[in-house]
C-alpha cells in the first residue's frame, strides 16, 4: 500500500499502482488540465511516472504558477529545438540540451556554421512541430539496448556519454515525441503543445563536454515560456540588459579591463574601478570589526596535502589550475579556496572554549581553471577576490552566530540598494555518494540551519535538495536586480566535516577540560569581487550612488577666465574628501556638462563670473539637473552627508526634480 502526503499535509492511501496525473483528476479535472509535472520527495517527475506501489511519498501537482514548472517546460523546448535542427539538417549530432536560467540551449555538430538568418527557420520548423500538440512519451531500455539505439540514430555523442556518464547504469531512459527519439532522464511537459511561447536567441560556439581538445559544437540558445506576455518582458529586459552590460561599460567608464597578455578570465582593475574595490571593501571591513571578527592574510598558494585533506583536491580537481611540481618533489596548488588557510590558522595553537566564537576574515584571491567558454567579463573569472570569513565554534553557538551572518548578509545586500531576495537552503540528497561525512552529523547541521532560517522568517524561503556544499548545508541569497534578473550573491554555510577527526581534526578545550570538536560556518555576503562589482555595474547601469562612485563631482569652468578660483573650488573638495576632477577645457559648458553625464559622475560645480564674484558654485545634480547656485561650505555638506548616509538614488528621482 502507498500512502501520499499532500502539501497541506493531508494524506490518502492507495492500494493499486497510481500515477500523478490519476491523483491530479481524482483531486479534480481542472487540476488534472493544468498539471505540467509533479514534485516527488523534492524531486521532479512526469506527470506519468508510475509510484512506488508501497512506502510513502510527499506529492506536489506543479502548474504554470509553480517555479519548477518552468525548468520542465524549457527542458520540453529544448527537445523540440532539437527535433527541429534535424528536420533541416538531418546529419546534425546532438549532444547535451538542458533548461538553463531564462531559457535554454542544446550544442549540436553540424556540417556548417549557423547564422542570424538561420534562426527564424528553426522557429518556424519548431512552431509546426508545437501544432502538431505530439505527446513526450517515456521508453526505459536496458543500457546495451540503449548503445544500440543511439549508434542506429548515428548520434555518438549520445554513445560516448552512455559508455562512460552512464555506464554504470542497468536501464536508462529516451523520450520519443513523433519521428524523434532522444536519450534524455527527463521529465518534460505532456505534451509540445504547452509550449506557448518561445524564441530562438542566438549561438555560440562550445566545445564537447567542455573540453578544448574535444569537438568543436554550436550552442544553440532559446527561451520559452508559458504565456506572450511573459516572452515579451523577458525580451524587453534582454534590451535592457545588452544595455547594462558591464563589459560594455567597463570598457566606457575605464573600470576594469582583461587583457590577453595577462591571460583570459584575470581581471585588471583600472584606477576608477579600484576605487570601487576599495570603497566595497573598506565598507565591509567596517561592518566585519562592528561584528567580531578578526583579520588575517594567507598566501595565494599551499601545499596539495593541505588541499588533499580538505577534500578541495582532487573533488574541485576539474576546475582547478594543475599543480606546480617542485624540484624537491612537493606540490604547490593557487589555492581554489581559504578555509584550508583559515583552518591551520586555528590550528597554529591550543584553542579554549573561552576563544570561541573565534572568527577569521579575509579578502582572498583564489583561482579556479574555467573553461574559456565559461568565462564571461567580470562574473565568470579565473581568478578572484572573495570577502571571506570563516567562524570557529561551539555546537551551543551555531544557531546565534548563523544568525548572524544572515542578518549581515541582509544589511550589506539593503546598503547596496538589493531588498527583491530570496533565500535557498541548500542541502544534501540522501541517494548522492558526493557529499562527505556522517549522516547524522549532516542531520544535525541541516536541522540547525532549517531552524535558524525559519525563526528569522526570511523572505520566500525554498529548498534545494541535492545543492549543498559537498561539506555541509547553507543559505544562499538569490537576488533580483532592478530589471529582474537573478543572481545567486551572499552564501552562508555550516560545517561539521572539515573540523572533523576525518578532515583537519580541530579541537578545542571546553569547560570540562576535555577536548571537543568545533563547528565551522563559511560566510561571503559579496561572494566575489569582480563578480559583485560585474553585477553592480550592470544593477546601476554604471551610474554609481555617491559613495561608491570612482569621481563623485567635477568642476566645470564656463571659459578659462575663471581657471584660477575652479582649481581653488577643486582643491576645497578634494581636502573635504571628496573625489573630484576639473574640467578645463576650451570647450562650451554644456558640452562638459553632456560629457559629465555619459560619463556618469553624480554631481558638477559650474562656475563662471557670478560664482567666482559670489564665492559660490552652481550645483548641477546628473538626475535631477540645475540645483542652483550654493555657498561651496553648504555642497560639501550635502555631499557628505549623502556619502554618510549611503544613499542610492534612483533615475526616476528626475520626474520629481
Not at 521508453?139 to 544500440?148: K, L, Q, S, T, Y
Not at 521529465?187 to 566545445?207: E, Q, R
Not at 567562524?391 to 549581515?408: K, N
Request: aromatic share 10%; proline share 6%.
Amino acid at each position: 500500500m502507498l500512502r501520499v502526503i499532500f502539501p497541506d499535509g493531508s494524506a490518502k492511501e492507495y492500494r493499486e499502482r497510481v500515477r500523478p496525473i490519476d491523483i491530479a483528476a481524482e483531486l479534480g479535472p481542472r487540476l488534472a488540465k493544468s498539471a505540467v509535472a509533479a514534485m516527488v520527495n523534492g524531486s521532479v517527475v512526469d506527470m506519468t511516472a508510475p509510484l512506488p506501489q508501497e512506502g510513502e511519498v510527499q506529492l506536489r501537482i506543479l502548474t504554470e504558477r509553480d517555479h519548477e514548472a518552468l525548468n520542465v517546460l524549457r527542458h520540453s523546448a529544448a527537445h523540440v529545438m532539437a527535433r527541429a535542427v534535424l528536420r533541416l539538417f538531418p546529419k546534425a549530432k546532438l549532444a547535451f540540451g538542458p533548461p538553463v536560467e531564462n531559457g535554454f540551449y542544446y550544442d549540436i555538430e553540424l556540417e556548417r556554421s549557423l547564422t542570424d538568418d538561420d534562426l527564424p527557420r528553426i522557429e518556424e520548423e519548431m512552431a509546426k512541430i508545437i501544432a502538431q500538440d505530439e505527446p513526450f512519451e517515456r521508453i526505459e531500455v536496458p543500457w546495451e539496448r540503449a548503445v544500440e539505439i543511439c549508434r542506429d540514430l548515428d548520434q555518438p555523442f549520445k554513445v560516448e556519454h552512455l559508455q562512460e556518464g552512464l555506464a554504470s547504469e542497468r536501464v536508462v531512459s529516451f523520450y520519443r515525441q513523433g519521428e524523434f527519439l532522444d536519450l534524455c532522464e527527463g521529465p518534460h511537459v505532456p505534451s509540445a503543445g504547452w509550449i506557448k511561447a518561445f524564441k530562438v536567441l542566438s549561438v555560440a560556439g562550445a566545445y564537447w563536454r567542455g573540453d578544448a581538445s574535444r569537438q568543436q559544437l554550436q550552442r544553440l540558445y532559446g527561451t520559452a515560456w508559458f504565456s506572450q506576455k511573459d516572452l515579451d518582458e523577458y525580451l524587453r529586459r534582454l534590451e535592457e540588459a545588452k544595455k547594462r552590460d558591464h563589459r560594455v561599460l567597463g570598457k566606457r567608464l575605464e573600470l576594469f579591463t582583461i587583457e590577453p597578455m595577462v591571460g583570459s578570465g584575470l581581471i585588471l582593475w583600472l584606477p576608477k574601478g579600484a576605487i570601487i574595490r576599495r570603497q566595497l571593501e573598506d565598507f565591509l571591513f567596517g561592518e566585519l570589526i562592528r561584528w567580531g571578527y578578526q583579520a588575517v592574510y594567507t598566501p595565494h598558494i599551499g601545499r596539495v596535502e593541505l588541499y588533499q585533506t580538505s577534500g578541495h583536491y582532487p573533488y574541485y580537481a576539474d576546475s582547478q589550475f594543475p599543480p606546480i611540481q617542485m624540484a624537491d618533489g612537493e606540490r604547490y596548488l593557487l589555492k581554489p579556496m581559504n578555509c584550508p588557510h583559515h583552518i591551520m590558522i586555528y590550528k597554529s595553537r591550543p584553542r579554549s572554549y573561552r576563544e570561541l566564537p573565534l572568527r577569521l576574515a579575509e579578502f582572498g584571491t583564489v583561482y579556479r581553471f574555467e573553461q574559456s567558454g565559461e568565462l564571461t567579463g567580470m562574473t565568470r573569472v579565473r581568478g578572484f577576490t572573495q570577502d571571506d570569513a570563516h567562524i570557529f565554534c561551539t555546537e551551543e553557538q551555531v544557531a546565534d552566530e548563523f544568525r548572524g551572518c544572515i542578518q549581515m548578509t541582509q544589511f550589506v545586500l539593503k546598503t547596496l540598494g538589493f531588498t527583491d531576495y530570496r533565500v535557498r537552503l541548500s542541502l544534501r540528497d540522501p541517494k548522492s555518494n558526493k557529499y562527505v561525512g556522517d549522516p547524522e552529523v549532516w542531520e544535525r547541521a541541516e536541522s540547525a540551519l532549517k531552524q535558524v532560517c525559519q525563526e528569522m522568517d526570511l523572505p520566500n524561503l525554498e529548498t534545494a535538495i541535492g545543492e549543498a556544499a559537498f561539506y555541509g548545508p547553507k543559505a544562499d541569497f538569490i537576488v533580483s536586480d532592478c530589471i529582474g534578473r537573478q543572481w545567486q550573491l551572499g552564501t552562508v554555510q555550516l560545517d561539521y566535516n572539515l573540523p572533523s577527526p576525518q578532515r583537519f581534526n580541530l579541537e578545542y578545550i571546553g569547560p570540562d577540560n576535555r577536548p571537543h570538536q568545533p563547528v565551522m560556518i563559511h560566510r561571503a555576503p559579496f561572494g566575489s569581487l569582480e563578480r559583485f562589482t560585474g553585477i553592480l555595474i550592470e544593477h546601476f547601469a554604471g551610474a554609481f550612488p555617491l559613495w561608491l562612485a570612482p569621481e563623485q563631482i567635477r568642476v566645470l569652468t564656463v571659459s578659462e577666465k575663471f581657471d584660477e578660483y575652479a582649481r581653488r573650488v577643486e582643491g576645497r573638495l578634494r581636502e573635504a574628501g571628496l573625489r573630484v576632477s576639473g574640467d578645463y577645457r576650451a570647450e562650451k559648458v554644456g558640452a562638459k556638462i553632456r560629457d559629465a553625464q555619459l560619463e556618469m559622475i553624480p554631481y558638477m560645480a559650474i562656475v563662471g563670473a557670478r560664482e567666482q564674484e559670489q564665492g559660490t558654485v552652481a550645483l548641477r545634480d546628473r538626475l535631477k539637473g540645475d540645483l542652483g547656485a550654493m555657498p561651496l561650505d553648504e555642497v560639501i555638506s550635502r555631499l557628505q552627508e549623502e556619502i554618510r548616509l549611503k544613499l542610492i538614488r534612483r533615475s526616476d528621482e528626475r520626474k520629481n526634480g
